[in-house]
């Protein structure tokens, strides 16, 4: 949202990812929550067994507190098949896990070059759970950076569909990078919220 204080000094340019969807009627209200800058790797990892995450708490706060007050404040649609998760990184990791955990608040979740290596892989044993009704994923990573092929194949083994409730992308060229995510994120919103 502002190079200031983003992390690495890159946006995603969200507003205009958002802004680009009006071709096929979607007008997302999109809500940023900043992280715990270095406390992040703990903030985000929802496995309390590996560096002592508090991930599940962060989980339990946008479902039962932010995602209630959002609704409750803006015109919203309400509904899981309307409510999206998106991340990167270690926020495509706890997107992911809140995905899983609070599925009849959220529909839709998109990870993109998700730390899958967190805990061992952990969030991969939840991959294989059936895919909930209306549920969609995106995820995503460069092929300079260790890869979600494994993700996506478990989720495909779940019942996701490529191409219409399942999307992996690879990005040629791209690396684990602010820069990175920003150029997918206008792919990924058209996807989730289609």
């Not at 209630?68 to 991340?87: C, K, N, Y």
């Not at 990870?111 to 899958?116: F, I």
């Not at 979600?148 to 779940?158: D, F, I, M, Y």
Request: with cysteine; glycine share 12%.
């Amino acid at each position: 949202f502002d190079p200031a204080v983003s992390y690495a000094g890159v946006t995603w340019d969200v507003a205009a990812a958002a802004e680009s969807l009006a071709d096929i009627g979607r007008q997302p209200i999109v809500v940023g929550l900043y992280h715990g800058g270095r406390r992040r790797i703990r903030e985000y990892n929802p496995f309390a067994h590996w560096r002592n995450g508090r991930g599940a708490n962060y989980a339990r706060f946008v479902a039962e507190t932010v995602k209630p007050m959002i609704d409750a404040t803006f015109r919203t649609l309400p509904e899981r098949e309307h409510s999206a998760l998106l991340g990167s990184s270690m926020g495509g990791l706890i997107s992911l896990y809140t995905y899983y955990v609070y599925g009849e608040t959220f529909g839709r979740c998109g990870a993109m070059s998700p730390s899958l290596w967190v805990a061992g892989g952990a969030i991969l044993k939840m991959a294989p759970a059936p895919r909930p009704a209306g549920g969609r994923i995106y995820v995503d990573n460069g092929d300079q950076e260790p890869g979600a092929q494994r993700l996506a194949l478990l989720l495909e083994q779940a019942g996701y569909t490529p191409g219409r409730t399942l999307r992996y992308v690879v990005g040629a060229g791209e690396g684990h990078t602010e820069a990175a995510w920003a150029r997918r994120l206008p792919g990924a919103l058209r996807f989730l919220l289609s």
